[in-house]
């Protein structure tokens, strides 16, 4: 019985953990806002300071036409899923060393999450 009870705790548990981390894109948007100064987000869109992010889920990173990245960027062989955006939303230097990404980053995890699902919805 003690083992049932432990085992609904833990359902229970993830299922808190995986809501949490679910991002709410209304709200991305107007973290985004922050991420304007350098970046745009309009589909068919220019760069900006740093490149536009319409359609970023899914892209390798350091390929978008014309745009000038640094080597540690182009080498790392990234893919921007929803997980490797958060985590660089969180600190893109500290993801990839040299990035010429400034930003210091985004310390609150449900606008890191937030702001991941605001660009995923934007295909």
């Given amino acids: 019985m003690l083992r049932k009870i432990f085992a609904v ?3 229970l548990a993830g299922s808190t953990i995986a809501a949490n981390a679910a991002g709410d894109a209304k709200a991305g948007e107007a ?3 922050r991420c304007a100064v350098c970046h745009t987000a309009d589909k068919g869109g220019g760069d ?3 490149p536009n992010l319409f359609g970023v889920v ?3 990173a350091a390929t978008r036409p014309g745009f000038a990245y640094s080597a540690p960027l182009q080498k790392s062989g990234l893919t921007w899923t ?3 955006l ?3 939303t969180a600190g893109p230097a500290r993801m990839v060393p040299g990035t ?3 930003f210091a980053g985004i310390s609150s995890k449900k606008q890191q999450a937030d702001v991941t699902a605001y660009l995923a919805s934007l295909k």
């Fill in 48 to 50: 900006a300071l740093g």
């Fill in 31 to 33: 973290v985004f806002k």
């Fill in 82 to 84: 929803e997980a490797n």
């Fill in 9 to 11: 705790l833990a359902l």
């Fill in 58 to 60: 899914g892209r390798k």
């Fill in 86 to 88: 958060t985590k660089w």
């Fill in 100 to 102: 010429k990404m400034a």
